[in-house]
């Protein structure tokens, strides 16, 4: 199973057969037996069968949209996703056929495939805010409390300039410099640095670090 290993109680064959064909030494039901032990058992191995089934199919599914939506085309099977990483590893339930989703488990062949309502593909991503959206967002307390206005306005810049490199990079920055080299800051930040990856007060900035 693609999303987890489920880990449950097996009942063999053998075993089923022998408690519903005979009573116990001490003379209990069989019907009890059936009724307390058999019936639960199965019920509960079906239901983790579908569990896994819908689970594969859900995460399937989800890849097959977003490699079409990025790649430009469905994937041909169930590699394509794994070597473009859009899964970790093939279904043993399932296959893909040019983008349709095939049951291999026989299990799996009465767990609907429509596509859940849950599963959504994002296509717009509301930008980063900009320094003067972040500054904007600062109550009277705040700006009083990193030291005041010129304070507030460099640390509103180097807030937006660390958000929109984080979410066109993919990583956060290696620091202020990098910033103000890729276009990311105007300029280099004078009121505050980095020391020991947090981000503190120049000394003699007036300058306050927030509690």
């Known amino acids: 199973m693609l999303q987890s290993r489920l880990i449950g109680v097996a009942i063999t064959a053998s075993s089923l057969a022998l408690l519903a064909g005979c009573a116990g030494v001490d003379g209990t039901d069989r019907g009890a037996i059936r009724e307390n032990v058999i019936e639960p058992g199965i019920t509960a191995i079906e239901q983790a069968s579908e569990l896994a089934c819908s689970g594969d199919a859900a995460t399937l599914r989800a890849a097959i949209e977003a490699y079409e939506l990025l790649e430009g085309a ?37 767990v609907a495939t429509e596509a859940p309502d849950a599963v959504e593909i994002t296509t717009s991503i509301e930008p980063p805010p900009s320094a003067e959206e972040v500054y904007a967002g600062f109550t009277a307390e705040q700006i009083a409390a ?20 984080a979410d066109g990079i993919g990583t956060d920055p290696d620091g202020l410099a990098q910033l103000v080299d890729e276009g990311y800051l105007d300029t280099m930040p004078t009121l505050w640095e980095i020391t020991n990856d947090l981000l503190t007060p120049v000394d003699g900035s007036g300058c306050l670090s927030p509690d």
Do not use: M, N
């Open 146 to 165: 990193v030291g005041g206005e010129s304070c507030a306005r460099e640390l509103a810049a180097i807030f937006s300039g660390v958000d929109t490199y």
């Open 74 to 110: 469905p994937p041909a099977d169930e590699a394509a996703l794994v070597a473009t990483e859009y899964v970790r590893e093939e279904s043993d339930l399932w296959d893909i056929k040019d983008g349709q989703l095939v049951a291999v488990d026989p299990g799996c062949g009465s």
